[in-house]
């Protein structure tokens, strides 16, 4: 897609850019943990239709981080998705992080710090946050309390 007839095209690409720069600065190379990274960038129409979306999957142990930002209201999300039978449970990061004593900054502490760096800080923020606290979180047997 040309990216003149997506103007949000270039925030996309500095999203997941961002995540996989520092996702690989803090874990090395996402095949040796048998992960799976992955962005969408998205040209459909509809409500979530311009959102970037980045990915770190470990389809063996039916867990995902999934980071998303909406450049037209400039919302983030930040979950872990956990397969269960039926379906699959999404845990807010930010809850996740402030309930087990990791961190207390969020969204809006980062933002408000980033300047504009604001993917790279987002990033530094969340997987950061995953290598000092909570590393195993992608693995089936860490417990999710």
């Not at 209201?73 to 990791?102: C, I, T």
Request: aromatic share 18%; glycine share 6%.
């Amino acid at each position: 897609m040309d990216p003149e007839e997506d103007p949000f095209m270039r925030i996309k690409t500095e999203f997941s850019d961002a995540f996989r720069t520092v996702f690989r600065e803090f874990f090395g190379d996402e095949k040796d943990h048998q992960y799976e990274l992955y962005e969408l960038k998205s040209e459909e129409s509809g409500p979530k239709g311009d959102w970037a979306t980045f990915t770190v999957r470990n389809a063996l142990g039916g867990r995902a981080v999934v980071f998303r930002f909406d450049p037209r209201s400039e919302e983030f999300y930040a979950m872990l998705k956990v397969q269960v039978f039926p379906g699959e449970e999404d845990w807010n990061l930010d809850s996740f992080f402030e309930r087990n004593g990791f961190v207390k900054a969020d969204f809006w502490d980062v933002k408000n710090s980033a300047g504009e760096w604001l993917f790279h800080s987002l990033a530094r923020h969340y997987l950061g946050t995953i290598f000092v606290f909570c590393p195993r979180i992608l693995e089936p047997d860490y417990i999710l309390e």
